[in-house]
T-cell receptor, first 112, second 113 residues
Framework: QQPVQSPQAVILREGEDAVINCSSSKALYSVHWYRQKHGEAPVFLMILLKGGEQKGHEKISASFNEKKQQSSLYLTASQLSYSGTYFCGTEGGSNSGYALNFGKGTSLLVTP | DGGITQSPKYLFRKEGQNVTLSCEQNLNHDAMYWYRQDPGQGLRLIYYSQIVNDFQKGDIAEGYSVSREKKESFPLTVTSAQKNPTAFYLC????????????FGDGTRLSIL
């Protein structure tokens, strides 16, 4: 039931773009995206809901394909501060109390 | 400022000992969650609670217990039955319902002595 993230790791130069993917085998109510710096708490980035509504970060975009149960996070013109581990969390709806299943994470390193 | 506070930041457990991790929030959130994080494994759900005096098991609840006597507090006890407790434990909270972002505490790192 854990969503699958890809790639596992990516290294970018400052200013380059990256895409992180998240796919699930279950029907999804929403997909959440978080970023975690080493030893710190995850920080909320964005939520994508069924029906196309998005809530979150202005400088980061994402997509949610409900039929394919997939989401992608787009990081454009990357900055050094984008480095960290990105997690997607999938929400199955009221039957699971809206609790999240998180992927194993994608480690992103942005270099000067 | 509102937030979610976990304590202690570091905790050591002896064999056969129960330890309790504290989680307090003043965000007026109804839902609270406990996650365990191991290297390369992402976050795995231990328990969650949507209302006072009610809580549900997550994917890895064995060896753990919780209580929710107050809306603001959701302590996690790691019992001696949990044979591999060394991990980073994260508490989170959110408003009820779907599509609500979860706010995380700074975590507690638990190690075995």
């Amino acid at each position: 039931q854990q969503p699958v993230q890809s790639p596992q790791a990516v290294i970018l130069r400052e200013g380059e773009d990256a895409v992180i993917n998240c796919s699930s085998s279950k029907a999804l109510y929403s997909v959440h995206w978080y970023r975690q710096k080493h030893g710190e708490a995850p920080v909320f980035l964005m939520i994508l809901l069924k029906g196309g509504e998005q809530k979150g970060h202005e400088k980061i975009s994402a997509s949610f394909n409900e039929k394919k149960q997939q989401s992608s996070l787009y990081l454009t013109a990357s900055q050094l501060s984008y480095s960290g581990t990105y997690f997607c969390g999938t929400e199955g709806g009221s039957n699971s109390g809206y609790a999240l299943n998180f992927g194993k994470g994608t480690s992103l390193l942005v270099t000067p | 400022d509102g937030g979610i506070t976990q304590s202690p930041k570091y905790l050591f457990r002896k064999e056969g000992q129960n330890v309790t991790l504290s989680c307090e929030q003043n965000l007026n959130h109804d839902a609270m969650y406990w996650y365990r994080q191991d290297p390369g494994q992402g976050l795995r759900l231990i328990y969650y609670s949507q209302i006072v005096n009610d809580f549900q098991k997550g994917d890895i609840a064995e060896g753990y217990s919780v209580s929710r006597e107050k809306k603001e507090s959701f302590p996690l006890t790691v019992t001696s039955a949990q044979k591999n407790p060394t991990a980073f434990y994260l508490c989170a909270s959110s408003f009820l319902g779907g599509g609500q972002p979860q706010h995380f505490g700074d975590g507690t790192r638990l190690s075995i002595l």
